[in-house]
């Protein structure tokens, strides 16, 4: 029972993070506000597929 509590609560943490990683974004032409949530860099031309980008 201890177990399958720890793989529910582990799920409940995760599940949203999992879910905001895999979801798409949509950008407008022109500017497009975004953030990173993540600590480490991201790089940006494989992340968004651009192609071009050379600074955020």
Same mark, same amino acid.
Request: hydrophobic letters at 50%.
């Given at each position: 029972?201890?177990?399958?509590?720890?793989?529910?609560?582990?799920?409940?943490? =995760?599940?949203?993070?999992?879910?905001?990683?895999?979801?798409?974004?949509?950008?407008?032409?022109?500017?497009?506000?975004?953030?990173?949530?993540?600590? /480490?860099?991201?790089?940006?031309?494989?992340? =968004? /597929?651009?192609? /071009?980008?050379?600074?955020?």
């Amino acid at each position: 029972m201890r177990t399958h509590f720890r793989h529910v609560v582990l799920y409940a943490i =995760l599940a949203p993070a999992w879910a905001a990683a895999f979801t798409p974004i949509n950008l407008a032409t022109g500017w497009n506000l975004m953030g990173n949530s993540d600590p /480490g860099s991201i790089n940006v031309a494989n992340t =968004l /597929g651009v192609s /071009g980008v050379t600074t955020v």
